[in-house]
């Protein structure tokens, strides 16, 4: 139902824009949100969007350096990632909720399959 992609080997300072395919959106189901974890870690929401009125939410880790938009002709949100460092380096998650607002991944009922992306000098 999700399938996110845009992941890859960028070095420090550069940018990356993944993108999440969402092949059915409904109303339930509105919001988007994108997740990291590095390994050893846990999961982390940085960022959401509803797709109903283009409110955005962003974690105080990111919020300065991403932005997420949504283009709903094309059921597709992005997550613009700038300024990259190091401590980026993750596999990035896009999953669905019916959660207003929320970076809790408890409260996604949906994932995609993650990609990859790896922030080095």
């Not at 050893?40 to 880790?61: H, N, W």
Request: charged letters at 15%; aromatic letters at 14%; hydrophobic letters at 30%.
């Amino acid at each position: 139902q999700l399938q996110a992609s845009g992941g890859g080997l960028v070095q420090i300072g550069g940018s990356l824009r993944l993108s999440c395919a969402a092949s059915v959106l409904t109303l339930d189901y509105h919001v988007i949100g994108w997740f990291r974890q590095a390994p050893g870690k846990e999961r982390e929401g940085l960022s959401c969007i509803s797709t109903s009125d283009g409110s955005t939410f962003y974690a105080d880790s990111v919020k300065d350096r991403f932005t997420i938009s949504r283009d709903n002709a094309k059921n597709t949100v992005y997550l613009q990632m700038n300024s990259l460092k190091p401590e980026d380096t993750a596999v990035y998650y896009c999953a669905t909720s019916s959660h207003y607002g929320s970076l809790y991944w408890y409260e996604y009922a949906y994932w995609g399959q993650g990609t990859l992306v790896t922030v080095s000098s």
